[in-house]
Every structure is written in structure tokens, then in C-alpha cells.
Nanobody, 123 residues
Framework: VQLQASGGGLVQAGDSLKLSCAAS??????IAWFRQAPGKEREFVAA????????YYADGVKGRFTISGDNAKNTVYLLMNNLRPEDTAAYYC???????????????????WGQGTLVTVSS
């Protein structure tokens, strides 16, 4: 099982970025994005359920970020609009075959992680 995250970069406040997470090896019920800023704990950003496309967001990104999936490519995207300096972090995609809805916002519920992609937002 492999999760390959990409798409990070250096942008200015108000700009947009689109992250990608390519999953291989198996399919998952949910795939999520987390982020971790220096000195802070890893926090939930968004998740998507492959079947039905239901999406879930952290309050701080709701309305600005959009998670979507391409079943044919087994890839999940995170479109981030109106980026703020406080969005600066390493972004990780995560998945686990056993995860249930009540646990999707909890980092330690996931056993498979991508390598992280750095997003830096300057003011």
C-alpha cells in the first residue's frame, strides 16, 4: 500500500493550491488529509468517502477547501482556496481499511500515510 502526496509549494495569502494523493495497492473506504505545523500536533483537515463521495471538513477550512476523488485514477485531491498564513503546514494524506466514520478525524486511527507535502503561505 502506498500513498503519494504532491502539490505543495510557496504561495501568497489569498492564493490557491491543489494537492494530490495517489493511492495504490488497495482501495479504502475513506481517505483523509491532515496537516502539521511546526511545534503543533497533526490535525484533521478533510476526508472523503469513496462510495457516495461524502465529504467532511474541519471547521477552519470549511468553505475554503474542497476534497474530491477520481476513482479511475485512485487519487484524492484537496483544492485549497483563499489560503491564509495559518494554513502553513506539512500536509499528509492518510487511509486505513478498517477506519469507521466516528474515527476519521483522529490521526492515530490511520495506519497508512503519505510522505507529506509542504504548503507555505506568506502574508
Amino acid at each position: 500500500v502506498q500513498l503519494q502526496a504532491s502539490g505543495g509549494g510557496l504561495v501568497q495569502a489569498g492564493d490557491s493550491l491543489k494537492l494530490s494523493c495517489a493511492a495504490s495497492g488497495r482501495t479504502f473506504r475513506y481517505i483523509a488529509w491532515f496537516r502539521q505545523a511546526p511545534g503543533k500536533e497533526r490535525e484533521f483537515v478533510a476526508a472523503i468517502r469513496w462510495s457516495g463521495g461524502h465529504t467532511y471538513y474541519a471547521d477552519g477550512v470549511k468553505g475554503r477547501f474542497t476534497i474530491s476523488g477520481d476513482n479511475a485514477k485512485n487519487t484524492v485531491y484537496l483544492l485549497m482556496n483563499n489560503l491564509r498564513p495559518e494554513d502553513t503546514a506539512a500536509y499528509y494524506c492518510a487511509a486505513d481499511p478498517s477506519i469507521i466514520l466516528s474515527s476519521i478525524r483522529v490521526a492515530h486511527s490511520y495506519n497508512y500515510w503519505g510522505q507529506g507535502t509542504l504548503v507555505t503561505v506568506s502574508s
